[in-house]
């Protein structure tokens, strides 16, 4: 009931910015709140940050201060990510959730290297 679409990824130095988009499409009332997470090679894929409905947020540890999630009317998604860190190489995917279900976008590919 919900497609989801990430854009913005790349490669960038280490200390440079990116800012990632993700596209919601659907049944976009029925969101609660979005997400991104990401996966770097041989790890677990983790919450990176989410935000709700009402514009709470939470950050992974890692990446407090440095990244940024927000939202939009449209149900779009952005993650500022500044001051980046070859360890926060990975893809990185958009998510949606209901109050019954969840949804993925594709994924992004975040390489930071000099």
């Known amino acids: 009931q919900v497609q989801l679409v990430e854009s913005g990824g790349g490669l960038v130095q280490p200390g440079g910015s990116l800012r990632l988009s993700c596209a919601a499409s659907?049944?976009?009332?029925?969101?609660?709140?979005m997400a991104w997470y990401r996966q770097a090679p041989g790890k677990e894929r983790e919450l990176v940050a989410r935000?709700?409905?009402?514009?709470?947020t939470n950050y992974a540890d890692s990446v407090k201060g440095r990244f940024t999630i927000s939202r939009d009317n449209t149900k779009a998604t952005y993650l500022q990510m500044n001051s980046l860190k070859p360890e926060d190489t990975a893809v990185y995917y958009c998510?949606?959730?209901?109050?019954?279900?969840?949804?993925w976008g594709q994924g992004t590919q975040v390489t930071v290297s000099s």
């Open positions: 998510n949606a959730a209901t109050l019954g279900y969840g949804y």
């Open positions: 935000i709700t409905n009402g514009g709470s």
């Open positions: 659907g049944s976009i009332l029925r969101i609660t709140s």
